[in-house]
């Protein structure tokens, strides 16, 4: 039996600074498939671009996987079989295959220094290597490896015929292999490049499927003739295709887009940041949209990824993150909801559960709320034109009529809800207008704001009776003017 029969599939970041939304779907497919065929998900950390690296990077990847949901089998801190799971702890493995590929005549020294590389251009512009220290004769590469001269290590690609391999998403694959540069394989600091070490990696942890985006499609030939090399067995590879920012530009980590950290700050639900992202290339069966990481796991397919680039719809999203919030038990969403209150004008100042039952449902990310909030401080001058309403058929003589009115009787009442719904009824029947143009004018008399986040009972229930006849006596000094 082939050793990749078992799923284990790999997440394999470079520690460079936060969790891009596609990188963060890569591990996501990665993982989604891995748990559904009872296989291993491992974290691998490739490190070796030294001039990249960001202190505390790694940490921000487990920190983000573990408020994504996502379980590592193996990994840096997990430990397994086939560590270390760290690339730049890995740098005598890598070595010690490359000089077996130098033997096998498939990878050989290169010494050319920057100088000569760069005269390399055709007349495109486009520097390929001539294969110049491939022709080197045996005495003369022992003899500059002796001095001490620096090198690299090449990979010896074919310059005729084609390679192919077959994608899980794009189908079969051929690319001319005159296309095909020879890539360093060792740096001249004597750690890999990407290309090398994943194929090392890959096969020494077997990994069984390869997920990663489009963008090595074409580079996939090179990694096969290594394995070919080597005599080992392909992986079985998912490309993904990009998630875009628009229709010309791709989401990019170096222009700050799409960052899951940044995305949690402004007050967006992990669940629904997976949830959402779970979709950005991968179409379910049915209309359903919102699923659990269990459903996700039950539901996902290969055959439903898609072939065309996803576009990042941040509305959309908002949408979702608003189903789950609606969704969240009052005690939790009121946990994550205490830090926007806490930065809002509401400070140690009113009762942050009266707000909350006001917003929940009407809120479609947690940052919402210190604008939702801010009409508390700000009663400003009510122009006459605020109060028109075709519907209610409210214009400033309806409203003065209506606000002259109401002011005695809510002066004579305590002020809880049942009373205050129950009074405006009654003032709607006696005056013989809609109970809805008494709930419009009351609600803007005692807000200033055409657009609240409640109702005239829930602010008024808020404000207290002091507050709430403050304003609307304010509000009626302005309506005679």
């Known amino acids: 039996m082939s050793e990749l029969n078992r799923v284990r599939t790999r997440f394999a970041p470079s520690p460079t600074g936060f969790m891009h939304i596609g990188n963060l779907r890569t591990a996501l497919y990665a993982y989604l498939f891995a748990k559904q065929n009872n296989g291993d998900f491992i974290l691998r950390i490739e490190d070796t671009d030294l ?11 487990y920190s983000t996987l573990k408020e994504s949901g996502m379980e590592i089998s193996e990994g840096p801190n997990e430990g397994g079989n086939y560590g270390p799971y760290i690339q730049t702890e890995r740098k005598d493995i890598y070595m010690k295959y490359a000089l077996e590929l130098v033997e096998k005549k498939a990878a050989y020294y290169c010494f050319c220094d920057k100088e000569r590389l760069e005269t390399l251009a055709n007349s495109e512009g486009i520097k390929r290597y001539d294969k110049h220290c491939l022709h080197l004769s045996d005495e003369e590469v022992k003899m500059r490896l002796a001095r001490g001269d620096k090198f690299v290590i090449r990979q010896n690609m074919p310059t005729e015929g084609i390679s192919e391999f077959d994608d899980l998403v794009f189908g079969h694959v051929e690319i001319p292999n005159n296309e095909l540069e020879d890539q360093i394989l060792i740096k001249s600091d004597g750690l890999p490049t990407y290309n090398f070490a994943n194929v090392v990696d890959d096969h020494l942890m077997k990994i069984s499927h390869v997920m990663r985006g489009n963008e090595y499609l074409s580079s996939t030939p090179k990694y096969n003739l290594l394995y070919d090399a080597f005599g080992w067995e392909h992986p079985k590879y998912v490309h993904l295709t990009p998630i875009m920012k628009d229709a010309q530009r791709k989401l990019s980590k170096r222009y700050g887009d799409a960052n899951f950290d940044d995305f949690i700050k402004k007050g967006y639900l992990p669940e629904a940041i997976i949830n959402y992202i779970a979709l950005l290339g991968w179409s379910p069966k049915g209309e359903e949209e919102k699923f659990s990481m269990e459903e996700l796991i039950e539901k996902f397919s290969i055959s439903g990824l898609s072939k065309s680039s996803s576009i990042f719809d941040q509305t959309k999203m908002s949408w979702l993150n608003g189903e789950y919030i609606k969704q969240l038990p009052f005690d939790e969403f009121m946990k994550k909801a205490k830090p926007f209150f806490d930065a809002s004008c509401i400070k140690d100042r009113y009762d942050y559960e009266k707000f909350g039952k006001l917003l929940q449902s009407r809120i479609e990310i947690l940052s919402e709320i210190p604008e939702k909030v801010a009409f508390i401080d700000q009663f400003n001058v009510i122009e006459k034109e605020q109060y028109y309403h075709k ?4 214009d400033e ?7 002259e009115y109401s002011i005695p009787k809510l002066e004579a009442i305590e002020f809880t809800e049942d009373n205050l719904h129950a009074t405006i009824v009654k003032i709607a029947e006696e005056l013989e207008v809609k109970s809805g143009a008494v709930y419009t004018v009351l609600r ?31 509000a009626l000094e302005w309506l005679k003017e």
């Open 444 to 474: 803007i008399a005692i807000s200033s704001c055409n657009v609240t986040p409640g109702g005239i009972v829930e602010i008024a229930d808020i404000l207290g009776k002091d507050e709430s006849m403050r304003r609307f006596n304010k």
């Open 51 to 61: 001039e990249r690296f960001v202190p505390g990077a790694i940490d921000v990847v």
């Open 397 to 403: 003589n309806v409203a003065l009529k209506i606000l």
């Open 391 to 394: 519907k209610f058929k409210i």
